[in-house]
């Protein structure tokens, strides 16, 4: 079975400074998905980034951008120019390419953004 | 379209009450899925529908809880004989299958507190 692991409960960064949120996955399956959902304080979870295993290259997504490490099963988030309004809870989740359709979660990184 | 709907927001039950929560699709999306996330955690796979076809249940999902998707449209979630261990987010989660840009699109949810 496949596994998500989040090992940053909580991080903190500087208005407009950039921040990196850590994720790593464990997965014999060699084509795959990988997304990171954002999930404001009592507001619903909605996608941020998304990427594809089969792509070498790394997603962006304006302010949003991912470090993916296939072999070391490694997916960061890394945003740039912080902003309030990105305070919130930030999953990492892994969707096998065939098969199973469900989304498999990390425990998630709190996200403060002090001003 | 307002993205996918879940009624009711909130549901206060004494234990072994019986409860159902709906959730509304986006109109066009062949697929919903259920999740449950407990408080501080990421949410965990429940069910999912493909269409009217319930193809994948969790081993979470007991024999107290039923879901449905009569007609491929609406789903509702049934908790029978409510348990404290059943206090969570109930999270909906739609998606239109079937082509590589497939994304989840959650749901507010439903929280669920059984005393």
């Known amino acids: 079975a496949q596994t998500v692991t989040q090992s940053q409960p909580e991080m903190s960064v500087q208005e407009a400074e950039t921040v990196t949120l850590s994720c790593t996955y464990d997965?014999?399956?060699?084509?795959?998905?990988l997304f990171w959902y954002k999930q404001p304080p009592s507001r619903q979870m909605i996608l941020v980034i998304r990427q594809e295993a089969y792509k070498q290259q790394n997603a962006t997504e304006n302010r949003f951008s991912v470090n993916f490490q296939k072999a070391a099963k490694s997916f960061s988030l890394k945003i740039s120019d912080s902003q309030l309004g990105d305070a919130a809870m930030y999953f990492c989740a892994y969707r096998s390419y065939r098969g199973a359709q469900k989304l498999v979660f990390g425990q998630g990184t709190r996200l403060t953004i002090n001003p | 379209d307002t993205g996918v709907s879940q009624d009711p927001r909130h549901k206060i039950t004494k234990r072994g009450q019986n409860v159902t929560f709906r959730c509304d699709p986006i109109?066009?999306?062949?697929?919903l899925y259920w999740y449950r996330q407990t408080l501080g955690q990421g949410p965990e796979f429940l069910t999912y529908f493909q269409n009217e076809a319930q193809l994948e249940k969790s081993r979470l999902l007991s024999n107290r809880f039923s879901a449905e998707r009569p007609k491929g449209s609406f789903s509702t979630l049934e908790i029978q004989r409510t348990e404290q261990g059943d206090s969570a987010m109930y999270l909906c989660?739609?998606?239109?299958?079937?082509?590589?840009?497939?994304?989840?699109?959650f749901g507010p949810g439903t929280r669920l507190l059984v005393l």
């Open positions: 989660a739609s998606s239109l299958g079937g082509h590589t840009q497939e994304t989840q699109y």
């Open positions: 997965t014999s399956e060699s084509d795959y998905y």
């Open positions: 109109s066009e999306h062949n697929r």
